[in-house]
């Protein structure tokens, strides 16, 4: 009882399952006390339902219910008492035309809000705007802030779309989601759109609640099959799901659909009957939905048709569906990620590089786009890598505007099991001046449309939420999601103030709870870089498989065109003009000057732009490969601390979601682990160079299970050979025998933490227990496949490596340590070795 009023004093949910997000209304503490500066009333302006007049109306009365407790009514005109008037700004002006000098000038989808003594007025250039300025003064009355204010509030660019990379199906029934890491799509089953869309409304709720005013629902590898009558049927009722919340719909196009679907025998760009068909395309699916965003298409890469398919350029390829398009208002979002990964050749061509692709496509073409074109441009030359400099392409085009695509969903970068908190990183990337004509050209000036005028720019974020109640997978993730929509609004502010708010809106007041998040959130990305591929050299992940654990050596030999060109001596791609592939010389001079010569490149892009031997001294005075290893263990040992700093806010959040975030951060510490010494054991192992601190190779708390007494258990090579300790592991003989892994302790007795590095492969849940001196220390299932979003293996490898903690176990000097491994399925129980550790030691 007691601890239930204590809950209702602080104002907590009791249970949250994340559905809410940062729109969960929860009760302000001393509520009761700011009553009286309150509307009483709401009045909504020319609302029709099914608008975001309506919608704007229905958010105050939720809004203030739930975060005051005070209920309001809706009203048409103007009642007694305090109200919170709602609607665009002309609607206001018709009822009152002397109010009109006083307000300030609006663009598309801006909005005004005036709060005096309980009296709010919010006001919209269009409808979308008023229903922004709505969520804009929940959010600061959910901070707490009542106090009066007035703000005029612009975006910052036109186009603030999230891309999603939903299948309509995947091999089997359900619709999956590529690279999301949240559950099934939330818009499409079995090849058709869903029955019920409920969760893709409430996606749009939280979208528009940031800013966010278009939604590409279809994956950018796009079926044609989006385009058949009954889809478009379906695309019109996401669209009416989207509506209320001015959320337009965009749809991505299969360049090849004319011929797979339209029955031609061609789909090349200039061809008439071609043309025509796209034309009915367009047409119908604007009969249909009269309101839609328009198109997003990726030509020419990773094996999607395109224009070049007839040695057509790109802009013939984007002005097709522009013209198309024309008619109706829409526009075209066309993707600069282009690129031919069958021709990248690594050991024949040294001046071969991905990174030139899109410059090397779209230059020349800034004249060609029509008006309403837009370039989607990945913020790096490669693919949304854990440190890349900013694609010069965005320096080439003047005349066609561009968005930066970002990725929320954590593709690279921990797949949502890793907490990377990605606001700074945009905004050193925003904030990155590209110098073009040698004047200021941050790339935030460059997509707002500010430092070359053009009318049509902004940002586009990938972001795959899915059927999972978290929508990411992760409650941590979603601070990403609130940053990316904030920044695309307003890249000035900070991702500091970005995380405070959504912390406050997600997860309340208490002033723990905001430290600890704050000091989690801004120490991830750095200790990300740090254990996963830093200088440069991009994240060392598996690039062929999953593209989630470490694995360095997968870079290199294929014709994905990520490379590393490491070899026993020498490591890093030579960009230079001089030397290498003339990437530095894609950027306006001032910055190609910097990067050409190793003095003036900065550190933390050294490899991306130089080759270099192992034992090049950078900045810091330390040798490259010194550096790999004191990053590595330095950004696994940050990971370690998210635990324990997430441990002191038991009871001060929800259980709920306190224990789903404190399962991931163990998860990550552990898993950091893995990518420290993968990526250490494998350049110590090419370079022959031993760490000055003798840590790594050398772990002195280890018991390796391959060299315990094995029962039903054996040795097994592991590859890659980095992803195990001493390169072994062991699993089951057979699939059906139970293994077990003896020793005795050597160690003096007393209090340790016991650690079990084992691999969770997506084959089984095999079982495990652990036994000191034959009693149950504890036991733990192989079903991270269930619990993790992040990429499925069926290997054991750095994917699948995991380590389970036993905290503050009593051992003898001459104890028994045992493993007993049940197989299941086709996982054979796999174990790496067992840290013995004196508490508070990591290894
Ligand atoms: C949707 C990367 C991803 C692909 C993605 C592609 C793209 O290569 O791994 O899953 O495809 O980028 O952005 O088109």
């Not at 007041?509 to 704050?518: A, E």
Request: charged residues 20%.
């Amino acid at each position: 009882m007691r601890s239930l009023l204590w809950l209702a004093v602080v104002g907590l949910a009791v249970a949250e399952d994340g559905l809410a997000a940062w729109l969960r209304y929860a009760r302000v503490p001393g509520a009761s006390r700011h009553l009286g500066k309150l509307p009483s009333a709401v009045v909504t302006l020319n609302a029709t339902k099914g608008y975001p007049v309506h919608t704007a109306g229905q958010e105050l009365v939720d809004g203030i219910g739930g975060l005051f407790g005070k209920k309001l009514t809706v009203a048409k005109s103007k009642p007694k008492g305090t109200t919170a008037t709602v609607g665009t700004v002309s609607a206001y002006v018709d009822k009152n035309p002397s109010a009109a000098k006083g307000l300030p000038d609006l663009v598309e989808d801006g909005f005004y809000l005036k709060i005096s003594k309980g009296n709010v007025l919010i006001l919209g250039q269009n409808e979308r705007g008023a229903l922004y300025g709505a969520f804009h003064y929940l959010s600061v009355i959910a901070q707490g802030n009542v106090s009066d204010f007035t703000l005029t509030s612009n975006p910052d660019a036109p186009v603030r779309w999230v891309n999603q990379w939903d299948n309509m199906q995947d091999g089997g029934t359900h619709g999956s989601v590529e690279r999301g890491y949240g559950g099934d799509s939330i818009f499409f089953w079995d090849g058709h759109i869903r029955e019920d869309l409920t969760r893709a409304g409430q996606y749009a709720r939280l979208l528009a609640s940031i800013g966010i005013n278009a939604v590409v629902a279809n994956n950018v590898n796009a079926n044609a099959s989006i385009l058949t009558p009954e889809n478009m049927d379906g695309l019109a009722r996401i669209a009416d799901v989207f509506r209320p919340y001015g959320v337009q719909l965009g749809v991505s196009l299969n360049f090849a659909a004319p011929q797979l679907l339209g029955g031609l025998d061609t789909f090349d760009p200039l061809d008439k009957a071609v043309v025509n068909w796209w034309q009915g395309i367009a047409d119908n699916l604007y009969k249909r939905i009269p309101d839609m965003a328009g198109y997003l298409v990726k030509a020419n890469s990773e094996g999607q048709p395109g224009p070049m398919t007839y040695n057509r350029t790109l802009a013939d390829g984007a002005n097709l569906f522009a013209r198309t398009l024309q008619p109706h208002g829409g526009i075209i979002l066309f993707r600069a990620f282009v690129y031919d990964h069958r021709s990248l050749n690594q050991t024949l061509d040294w001046k071969a590089d991905r990174a030139n692709a899109a410059v090397d496509y779209f230059d020349g073409l800034d004249d060609k786009f029509e008006d309403n074109v837009v370039i989607q441009i990945k913020y790096g030359p490669i693919d949304f890598q854990v440190r890349e400099p900013v694609s010069p392409l965005f320096t080439h085009l003047r005349r066609t505007g561009a968005t930066v695509e970002l990725q929320i969903t954590q593709e690279y970068l921990g797949q949502q099991a890793h907490v990377v908190y990605l606001a700074p990183m945009w905004k050193e990337l925003l904030d990155f001046d590209l110098r073009v004509d040698s004047k200021p050209s941050t790339l935030k000036s460059i997509v707002s449309g500010k430092r070359f005028g053009q009318k049509l720019t902004g940002y586009a974020g990938v972001v795959n939420v899915g059927t999972n109640t978290t929508w990411l997978g992760s409650h941590l993730a979603m601070s990403n999601l609130y940053a990316y929509g904030k920044l695309a609004w307003d890249p000035e502010q900070t991702s500091t103030g970005i995380l405070k708010e959504w912390t406050t809106l997600t997860f309340g007041h208490d002033k723990l709870v905001h430290d600890v998040i704050t000091k989690i959130s801004m120490e991830s990305w750095p200790a990300y870089e740090d254990y996963s591929g830093n200088l440069g050299i991009q994240t060392l992940t598996d690039i062929l498989l999953g593209h989630y654990g470490p694995n360095p050596g997968s870079q290199d030999g294929n014709p994905w065109g990520q490379w590393t060109r490491a070899d026993d001596d020498t490591i890093g791609m030579d960009r230079t003009v001089w030397n290498g592939t003339g990437f530095a010389g894609q950027y306006p001079p001032e910055i190609a000057a910097m990067y050409e010569n190793i003095e003036t490149t900065p550190d933390n892009l050294l490899l991306w732009f130089h080759h270099v031997p192992y034992t090049q001294k950078l900045k810091s005075g330390k040798t490259v490969i010194q550096h790999f290893y004191d990053a590595h263990y330095k950004g696994s040992a940050t990971a370690q601390t998210f635990v324990t700093l997430w441990e002191k806010l038991k009871g001060r959040i929800d259980k709920e979601r306190y224990e789903h975030v404190l399962f991931r951060l163990i998860y990550q510490a552990g898993h950091s682990l893995v990518w420290r010494d993968s990526v250490n054991q494998f350049y110590f192992n090419k370079s022959g160079i031993p760490d000055e601190l003798g840590r790594v190779g050398n772990h002195k708390y280890r018991i390796e299970a391959e060299e315990m007494e094995l029962k039903g258990y054996k040795s097994y090579r592991v590859s890659p050979f980095e992803a195990a300790s001493g390169y072994h592991c062991v699993v089951t003989e057979t699939n059906s025998t139970v293994g077990t892994a003896t020793t005795k302790l050597k160690v003096p007795s007393g209090k340790y933490d016991l650690a079990v590095n084992y691999y969770d492969m997506a084959l089984g849940n095999s079982t495990w227990e652990l036994f000191v001196d034959r009693k149950l220390v504890g036991k733990w299932k192989g079903d991270l496949e269930y619990e993790l979003g992040r990429a499925p293996s069926p290997y054991i490898d750095g994917q699948t490596a995991a380590r389970k903690t036993f905290r503050g176990v009593r051992v003898k000097k001459g104890s028994e340590l045992k493993v007993v491994g049940r197989p299941d399925g086709l996982e054979p129980a796999p174990i790496d070795y067992i840290s013995v550790l004196p508490e508070g030691t990591v290894d």
